[in-house]
């Protein structure tokens, strides 16, 4: 295979955006080569795929269903930039099931990265919540859930409360994220 | 000590063993995708595997501080059922991911006409993704298999240093030496090569390209055999650079062939005079090695 730069693989898929299916798996390494961050360069490819919406998330869920873990998590991370209010061909919420399919996970690097501002945008408050609370169970950091604050509310208030009860009839530590989720969404109601 | 395990079924092994391995030096492995015992009957179970190899096995290996590489191939065994076949044409999209190090594992189970036809296109796949090639050696007939492997390999687009033929054993390791393909050694507790037989064949055969495994999976095997391995060499009077070639440089230069290993940050040994390594109770580097305690 002729390795190509990042600079030309993002040309081909503007001009022929199949071609992403070829390079976006090499492109962390092509951005390697040259100094590059990779999940930027993928990014890049899929903000390089032309046509309606509707067209760009088939590519978008197509590249994430045939990814390995750092594809699906670098195609994760560069929704809200597919879904920016400047963009034409803003994909709206038609990459919502690939961010219910990284949470259905269990590698809290995806689970992470699907919790970036597109999911706070977009996914509904049932499902938000059930995620917000499965970073508590998985231990990731919770600063890294996009909108936190704007979207805590009584509800999951009332999940984190009954987590931290839990944990603390099982003589176990209630992490200082959990209080800052239902701090959170405390001060929401006192709103 | 830094080892490096060349073949190991991760996916039929518990998080216990991953913390053992680390325990015990392992800092980076390779697992061939093979057949799991039940066989599959459609593309799709494969799909379904081969993503379990790049994304969860990876993730799980990577909590343990162990480095998580696979090699991707339609095995011999289910070569043979015309309903994997398709296996062949989603390859190439697996064939180009970043820690797909090598295709694999090829070779022969029974030496049918269906096995030759699909090992010899996967051997072109190879050459065509500048990926090496693991091959597995048969359990039955292994020396009229190995010689056969040969010859297609020989027929192929690989160099032979750009092929691993393993599973070998002391009948079947001249043929391949004379090749030029790597020589690989799955050291089991009945089955297959021992650490004290491995010893011998290094003694007899040299440290070059010499590839040592513990090939544990879900059968009568043990993830720690490369371990035992390195101490048997270094009770034998083998230094430990003679074992961080065997166990660490010689598996990385064979899958560094890819350009696609990410490995940790390791240390390659302090080199010491054989002699404080031999006899029981000497330390290396403050380890009791010979007890095979932790480092």
């Known amino acids: 295979m002729s390795p190509v730069t990042t600079q030309d693989a993002i040309v081909q898929v503007a001009s022929d955006p199949d071609t992403i299916d070829r390079h976006f798996p090499a492109a962390a390494r092509t951005a390697a080569r040259e100094g590059l961050d990779g999940d930027v360069a993928r990014e890049a490819l899929l903000l390089a795929v032309p046509g309606p919406a509707a067209y760009v998330v088939d590519a978008v869920r197509r590249v994430y269903d045939h990814g390995d873990a750092a594809e699906r998590r670098a195609v994760l991370l560069a929704l809200p930039a597919l879904d920016a209010p400047d963009r034409a061909n803003a994909i709206g919420d038609g990459a919502l099931p690939i961010v219910r399919d990284a949470l259905r996970t269990n590698d809290t690097r995806l689970v992470a990265a699907a919790l970036g501002p597109y999911a706070a945008a977009h996914l509904d408050a049932d499902a938000w919540r059930q995620a917000v609370l499965k970073v508590l169970f998985t231990g990731i950091p919770v600063e890294q859930v996009a909108g936190l604050a704007e979207r805590a509310d009584d509800e999951l208030a009332r999940m984190v409360r009954d987590y931290a009860a839990e944990r603390e009839a099982a003589g176990r530590v209630v992490t200082p994220d959990a209080r800052t989720v239902l701090d959170l969404s405390l001060a929401h109601r006192a709103d | ?295």
């Open chain 2, 1 to 295: 000590m830094r080892i490096f395990d060349p073949h190991i079924h991760m996916t039929s092994r518990t998080t216990d063993d991953y913390q053992r391995m680390h325990a015990a030096g392992v800092r980076a492995v390779v697992e061939p995708s093979f057949w799991l015992g039940q066989p599959r009957t459609n593309v799709g179970s494969f799909c379904d595997y081969f993503d379990a190899l790049l994304g969860w096995e990876p993730f799980r290996a990577s909590q343990y501080g162990i480095a998580h590489h696979a090699t991707i191939g339609l095995n011999p065994k289910e070569a043979n059922d015309a309903r994997c076949r398709e296996v062949l044409d989603v390859l190439p999209r697996y064939l180009a991911k970043d820690r797909v190090v090598a295709v694999g594992e090829l070779g022969y189970d029974s030496m049918t006409p269906e096995e030759d036809d699909v090992f010899a296109v996967q051997l072109g796949l190879a050459a065509e993704h500048g990926l090496p090639a693991l091959v597995h050696t048969p359990h039955r007939d292994k020396l009229a298999g190995t010689r056969r492997t040969l010859d297609v390999v020989r027929e192929s687009a690989l160099e032979p240093g750009a092929v691993l033929v393993d599973h070998l054993n002391e009948m079947t390791v001249g043929v391949v030496a004379e090749s030029g393909c790597w020589m690989g050694f799955s050291v089991y507790p009945d089955t297959k090569m021992d650490e004290h037989r491995m010893v011998e064949i290094l003694r007899r055969y040299g440290l070059d390209r010499m590839i040592v495994n513990s090939a544990a999976d879900w059968g009568n095997s043990d993830p720690l055999k490369t371990r035992r391995v390195a101490e048997t060499m270094l009770a034998a009077g083998y230094t430990a650079d003679d074992v961080d070639r065997v166990l660490w440089r010689n598996p990385v230069e064979f899958y560094g062939r890819s350009g696609r290993l990410e490995l940790p940050e390791t240390d390659a040994p302090v080199e010491t005079e054989p002699g404080d390594l031999v006899g029981a109770g000497a330390t290396f580097l403050g380890n009791s090695v010979l007890r095979g305690a932790r480092e």
